[in-house]
């Protein structure tokens, strides 16, 4: 499997204040990276498809303006918060694909817990 | 519109016997589909994959089945260890058209007992 790593781990915020998660490929390149959300004894739920160099497609439901996201090479994409709420308290995991590589197989990040106080 | 389902929420098992998990799913458009096994607090790990052009896949102590006219899989892994207790989540995706895009379902508990 692939090596997928995220930072940080975990990590509590004020209401209001923004938060970065970053999201690496370490051992080879991904063009696409995908950002998801579960929420507790919830499923993981699809926030955005981030492709390197182009803007993040996002999933119905989901402001654009909230959760930034950049890709800006083929090896991270980053996640922002934006101005956090308590209700955006989750964890956050992302995943990668591999270039030419097997159809649809993501390989996910430790996640990210995010506290909003 | 959950189009991915687990119903089982928890599956309770002895060491060493079969654990069967099942997965249903709505879309006829899904073409391949795979398993993931997640702990608390950390990202999902693959486990197995199948193309919609097969019916069976091994790895291992997995094998996964998938009923296409039932549009229904499952895992099944055999013999069970403990350290198999985890929440399993099945998904899908239409590679023609989703660009990769997943659809998990809600996930199974299973618990193996020593």
């Known amino acids: 499997g692939a090596v997928v790593s995220q930072h940080p781990s975990w990590v509590i915020c004020k209401s209001g204040t923004s938060v970065k998660i970053e999201c690496r490929s370490l051992?080879?390149?991904?063009?696409?990276m995908f950002w998801y959300r579960q929420f507790p004894k919830q499923s993981l739920m699809l926030m955005a498809t981030?492709?390197?160099?182009?803007?993040?497609?996002?999933e119905q439901g989901v402001e654009k303006d909230k959760f930034l996201i950049n890709h800006a090479s083929l090896t991270l994409s980053t996640l922002t918060v934006t101005s956090a709420h308590p209700e955006d308290s989750s964890f956050y995991i992302c995943?990668?694909?591999?270039?030419?590589?097997?159809?649809?197989?993501?390989?996910f990040g430790p996640g990210t817990r995010l506290t909003v106080l | 519109d959950q189009q991915v389902k687990q119903n089982s929420p928890s599956l309770s098992v002895q060491e060493g016997r079969i654990s069967i998990l099942n997965c249903d799913y709505t879309?006829?458009?899904?073409?391949?589909f795979l398993w993931y096994k997640k702990y608390p607090a950390e990202g999902p790990t693959f486990l197995i994959s199948?193309?919609?052009?097969?019916d069976k896949n091994e790895d291992g102590r997995f094998t996964v089945f998938l009923n296409k006219s039932a549009k229904h899989l499952s895992l099944h892994i055999v013999p069970s260890q403990p350290g198999d207790s985890a929440v399993y989540f099945c998904a899908a995706s239409n590679g023609g058209t989703s660009y990769g895009k997943l659809t998990f379902g809600q996930g199974t508990i299973l618990t193996v007992h020593p």
């Open positions: 995943s990668t694909k591999k270039i030419a590589a097997d159809p649809d197989t993501q390989y």
């Open positions: 199948i193309s919609s052009i097969k």
């Open positions: 051992d080879f390149q991904a063009t696409t």
């Open positions: 879309n006829s458009m899904f073409d391949y």
């Open positions: 981030s492709n390197e160099g182009s803007k993040a497609t996002y």
